[in-house]
C-alpha cells in the first residue's frame, strides 16, 4: 500500500505547486471514515481508494484529482455527507465526489434496491467534469485488478461485462489507450479464460521459437533511421492478448510469428520527423497496400494523432508500424489527461476545454439541453460506443443495456427468461405501449406479466437480442409440435374409427417410413398441421381402402326408393331423377337444413350444391342443367354426420389451435380434416372440415368459435 508521504511526493514530483495539505487531509479523513472496513482481498479497505490516486498519479493529475479520489467512495460507503466534504475541501471537490457517486450507482447490483441514476444523469455526470470520469476509470481499474478475489462467480461476470461494455469504449473515447487496454484484458480474462489461456500460451511458445527477432527488426530500424541521419526511438511491443483474440476473431486467421502479434513504434521529435521517417521506412521497404493512415492530418475524434503503416520489413516479415512524436505518444497513452492541466485551486482553463479530446462531451451536454427527443439527442451525440446501444430502466431504477431497435420483449427477456415468457404488454415510461414499440435511450419499461401468456410467435419478427429470440423459437417449436401432434393423432384416429379398421401403435410405426418421417409423432403432427392428410395415412395402413378423391363421395341412388335419392346413413333427397348417382359438391358442403339445388353433369349424375354455392355462377346459362331438390329429412335429426367445410384466421399464437379444436369437440363436431391456407405475422387462414347433424349444429359450432378467443373470424365456406 502505497504511504501518505509517497503519494504526496509523487504527486508533487510533476506538479510542485500540489496543494499537499489538502492531499494529507483526504487521506487522514478517508482512512478514519473507512475504518475497519476490508476488500474482498483481506486488505483494509482504504487500500482502494489511495491505489484509485497512485493510478492517476500516472496521468499527472491536480491535487483535487487526487483528493477526489482518496475520497471517491466515503459519500457512498462510509457516513461522510456531500456536506462533510464541502466544508472540509470545498464546493469544487464535492462537486466531483458526487460526480464519482453518480457514476458509481449507475452500476449498482441490479438486484440492489437502491434507485440508479439514469442515463442523462450518468452522461451529465461524466461531462460536467471529465476528472469524474478519471476517477471512476482509475476506481474500475483497480476493481478489475483485484476481481479475482470476489467470490461471487456471478458479479465477477456483470463487472467484468459492464468494463468490457462500457468503460473500456469510454477510456477509449477519451483517448487513455493505456486504461483501455489494460481493462479489456482483465475483462477478457474472467469472460473467456479459456481464450485467453490459449492466447498466452501461444504468446510464450511464439516468444521461444522467435529467438531475438524483435530486437532484430528494431535494431535494423534502427540502421535505417541512422542512415538518413534521424534521431528516433525504436520500440517493439507485443499486443494484448485480448487484442490479438479480437484480430483473430475479426479476421478469422491465427498467428504464425512474432511479428503477428507485435506493433513497432517510431517515436521522433517533431512532426517533419514524423514523415521523414515515414519516407526511410516506406523507402526500405515493400508496403502493405491498405495500412497506410495518416492520423497527424486527420486526428482521431479522441485527438490521437499518428502515422500508420505496414510493410514487409526487416528479413521481410510483415510489421505494423506507428510513428509519432513524443507529445503525440504521451496523448495517445495517456488521452485526455495528459493534456487537460488544472490550475491549482481548481477553475477550468475554457481554451483547453475546447480540446477535441473533449469536445464530444461538451457537445454531449448542449444536446442534452437542447434536444426535443431523445432520439435525435442519440442521433447527434455521434458516441460510436453508444451508437448500436440502447439503455433503458426498470421501474427501480436498474441499467438495462441493449442493442438498438431491441423492443420491450427484449428487455423482459433481459431481465429475466421468465419475465420474457409471460409478457403480455409495456408501460413506456408510463404509457402502455406496443410490444413491438423500439426502446430509445432513458425509457422506463415497466413489464407488464400475466402466468396465462407464452411466447408468441409474432415475437420473433422485431424481437434484436439473440436471447429473446432463441428462447421464443424454442418454445414455439415444442409447443406447435405438442398441439399438431394432438391434433394430428385425433384426427387419425376419427379416420380409423369410421372406415371401420383397427388403428394401432404397430400399423402406425409400419408406415412413418412411406411418409418419410422419422417417427409415429413425427407422422401424427404432419397430420395435424395438414401436410398429410389422414386418409392418405389409413390407405398406406390398409393399401385395398384406395379409391377417388374422398371429398366429392359419390353415393349411387337406391333403386328401390324411387324419387328419392338416399344414402346408406339414411340421407335422401326429394327431387332426384331415379336411377341417377348423386354427389354433395366438395365446394360448397350442403347440410341437412340448407337450401339445396342439383346440377345435372350428363353421364355423371347430380351434384347437389348449397343455394348460395359460388360455383353455381358457372351454370348460370344451362337452366336444363338445375334440379330442385330438398332434403328429405331437413332437420338431420337422425345419426347421419356431413361434412362440412368452415374458413377460419386464427391467431398466430400457441395454444390457438388446441382452443379450436376443443371448441370443435366441445360442441359435439369432429375435424376430419384441416389445412392452413396462409401464415401470416399475427394470424393465419385455414379451412377446417367439420362433421355435423346439420344447419343448426354447424351454426352452433361456428358460434363458439366466435366466442373463443383465439379465433378472429369465421365463416362457412361458400365454394
Ligand atoms: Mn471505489
Known sequence: MMRQFELVEKVKSYKPEAD???????????MQMHGSQKRASGDPYFSHPIEVAGILTRYKVDSTTIVTALLHDTIEDTDATHEDIERLFGEETARLVDGVTKLTRI?????????AENFRK???????????????LADRLHNMRTLHFKKNPESRQRIAMETMDIYAPLAERIGMDEIKTELEDLAFAELNSDARKSVVRRLEFLRTQGGDLVERIISELQAKMFEHDLIADIQGREKSPYSIWRKMQQHDVGFEQLSDIMAFRI?????????KALGIVHGAYRTVPGRFKDYISTPKPNGYRSLHTGVFGPENHRIELQIRTKEMHEIAESGVAAHWNYKEQGSVDAAKRDGPQYRWLRELLEILENASNPEEFLEHTKLEMFKDQVFAFTPRGDLISLPSGSTPVDFAYAVHSEVGDRCVGAKINGRMMPLRTSLRNGDQVEIVTSKAQTP????????????????????IRMQEREQYQELGRSIIARAFKESGNELTEKGLRGIVKNFAQPSVEDLCAQVGAGHITARAVLEAVYPRLKTVDPS???VPISKTKQQKGERGDGVSIKGLIPGMAMHFAGCCHPLPGDRIVGIVHTGKGVTIHTIDCEQLAQFQEEPERWLDVAWDNAAGDDDSHHVARVTVTVNNTPGALGDLSTVIAKNGGNISNLKIIDRQVDFFDMYIDVEVKNVKHL???IAALRASTAVNVVERARG
Open 20 to 30: 499537499e495539505d489538502a492531499i494529507n487531509r483526504a487521506y487522514v479523513f478517508a
Open 107 to 115: 452500476n449498482f447490483d441490479s438486484d440492489s434496491a437502491k434507485q
Open 122 to 136: 450518468f452522461l451529465l455526470a461524466m461531462s460536467e467534469d471529465i476528472r469524474a470520469l478519471l476517477v471512476k
Open 267 to 275: 517515436i521522433v521529435d517533431d512532426i517533419d520527423d514524423c514523415y
Open 456 to 475: 408468441s410467435p409474432t415475437w420473433d419478427r422485431f424481437v434484436v437480442t439473440g436471447k429473446a429470440r432463441a428462447r421464443i423459437r424454442r418454445f
Open 552 to 554: 366429392d363421395k359419390v
Open 699 to 701: 351454426s352452433d359450432v
